[in-house]
């Protein structure tokens, strides 16, 4: 088969133990990511299974139509809102996702946020480099009100290392959520305004899908602290649009660090948040780890072997099947 795999940033594909699996394959690798339509389809028009990361890029119907040759999607993770299944099905096009990722790996990502915000990390390294001693006055956790939401996979790992750095944890969500969080011995705010003006700190852990879309508002973060942290390392699309821009502008809350933005990748320093002196900005890290990467992957090199050997396995879109 040829695949192509699309947006491997770091081109780490070729480097992983999954790789040698493919021996047998034509596999061709692309590290930028191309969001014309028409440009795109033009590196894929040979390819026969396409390799996705995450939702680095998205494939919507316009896209599928013009890959004739397309016979096997594999994403990385169970997550696939940004491919239409209903047009891959259509053109017996079979998507495969499976395996769940490593939740430690964006939990480690929110606590480096987190430190690296409160204790002014980037700006204390950069100053150190250009020949300076201490600058500033960090900020500590011990005795603080860390606020999570939602107490999911993610989520109940932020708290724990919260737990133990001393910080008073308080979590909010669904029923589900708030159940799971109180069976493990948390505290579950009182409100949903209650819950975003007493935290001091606030970590969002929720996948973004219809419901979640924009389900942090402008009064939300208006309620908060002036002296406050936001944390995002899950989707941008949580927040409603603008919305953090004008509420760290207008000072509530009055710091945030983000992993992740509206449109990706974001390239030329182009993005609003990234010219604002009380924001941490790292570029979408929570899961790109060399051992995140190697489960991501491993689970896309097995589906594509699979689907090669006529038993195709992790199907989102089993009636796909029927039409090759």
Not at 70 to 98: F, N, P, Y
Not at 289 to 297: I, K, Q, S, V
Request: aromatic share 6%; with cysteine; net charge neutral.
């Amino acid at each position: 088969m040829k695949i192509a795999v699309i947006d491997d940033y770091q081109n780490a594909f070729r480097t992983l133990k999954s790789y040698p699996k493919l021996s047998d394959h034509e596999v061709v690798v692309f590290t930028d990511t191309e969001t014309d339509i028409g440009k795109l389809a033009d590196r894929l028009q040979d390819a026969e299974a396409v390799v996705l990361t995450q939702q680095r890029s998205s494939f919507p119907r316009a896209l599928i139509e013009r890959l004739p040759k397309l016979k096997l999607i594999g994403q990385t993770g169970r997550a696939a809102t940004h491919v239409d299944l209903d047009a891959c099905t259509e053109k017996g096009i079979v998507v495969s996702a499976g395996g769940t990722g490593n939740s430690n790996a964006t939990a480690e990502l929110t606590w480096g946020l987190i430190l690296s915000a409160l204790r002014n990390l980037p700006f204390e390294v950069k100053r150190l480099k250009e020949g300076h001693w201490q600058s500033t006055l960090g900020i500590g956790v011990n005795g603080k009100t860390l606020g999570i939401y939602a107490y999911g996979k993610i989520g109940s790992i932020v708290a724990a290392a919260g737990k133990a750095f001393g910080a008073r944890v308080v979590c909010w969500g669904r029923e589900g959520s708030t159940g799971r969080a109180k069976a493990a011995g948390f505290e579950v705010a009182e409100s949903r305004e209650d819950f975003f003006a007493r935290a001091d700190i606030l970590s969002l852990h929720l996948p973004l899908n219809k419901d979640t879309q924009a389900i942090v508002t402008r009064d939300d973060l208006g309620r908060m602290k002036p002296t406050a942290l936001i944390v995002n390392p899950s989707r941008a699309g949580l927040i409603a649009p603008g919305a953090l821009v004008e509420a760290l502008k207008a000072g509530r809350p009055g710091m945030a660090a983000v992993d992740v933005y509206e449109k990706e990748p974001v390239i030329g320093a182009d993005h609003p948040l990234l010219n604002m002196n009380n924001v941490t900005c790292t570029p979408h890290l929570g899961y790109v780890t060399r051992e995140g990467y190697e489960e991501y992957y491993a689970v896309v090199v097995d589906d594509i072997l699979a689907f090669a050997a006529g038993k195709p396995q992790n199907v989102l879109n089993p009636q796909a099947i029927a039409k090759k």
